[in-house]
């Protein structure tokens, strides 16, 4: 299958995670990463997610799940050990038309999550397309070697110089010979090394 790569804003969007054992937990976390309003249907939950609750980051509903569950609901996730259960939560899912992810049943998801780095707000994901999650996994943490902490404020302030190059250079021709500039640059050892004052210095050359 081929898959359409896209990037979701779950910002205060309702999602729905089923389940409470050490995989829920791993949706869970990532979820509260984008900053999703996320709702846990389990009898019991880790007791990580367990302290979650106290915090106001998870609500929890502690029991089984049933149909009606899902209502109003943005995104789903089935990570429960109960294949039947599984199947309700994916019809349900699409009778309402539902984003759904049951989790390692690809061909009960109408989305798959890849394998993914964040480095700040510079995002790498990798996917298989289901086929080797392990082959995602051992690519996700080459990447990590090759892009440190540093690409994190890095990217940051890309987002400053960004800003600084519309307001001096109108023509898009121009515009782009400053950002080979400053890409080109050693901005980014700079940065890595904690030297300030030096990165203010190459900003400013290279604008």
Do not use: Q
């Amino acid at each position: 299958m081929a898959y359409y790569p896209i990037c979701l804003n779950l910002k205060s969007k309702k999602c729905i995670v089923v389940g409470g054992g050490t995989i829920a937990e791993r949706k869970v976390l990532a979820l509260i990463d984008c900053g999703a309003k996320i709702t846990v249907i389990s009898p019991k939950l880790t007791k990580l997610l367990e302290r979650l609750k106290p915090e106001g980051k998870i609500e929890h509903i502690e029991r089984e799940y049933k149909k009606g569950d899902l209502e109003g609901a943005f995104l789903v996730i089935g990570a429960t050990d109960n294949p039947l259960v599984n199947e309700v939560i994916y019809e349900e899912a699409g009778i309402l038309n539902l984003l759904v992810n049951i989790v390692d049943v690809p061909e009960r998801c109408n989305f798959i999550v890849p394998s993914i780095m964040r480095r700040g707000d510079l995002l790498l994901s990798i996917s298989t397309s289901g086929n080797a999650p392990a082959l995602a996994k051992k690519i996700r943490l080459d990447l990590e070697k090759k892009f440190g902490p540093e690409y994190g404020p890095y990217l940051n302030l890309l987002g400053e110089i960004r800003e600084k190059i519309k307001l001096k250079y109108k023509c898009v021709d121009e515009r782009s010979k400053a950002w080979n500039r400053i890409l080109e640059s050693d901005i980014l050892n700079l940065v890595k090394n904690g030297e300030d004052e030096l990165v203010k210095e190459r900003i400013k050359e290279c604008i």
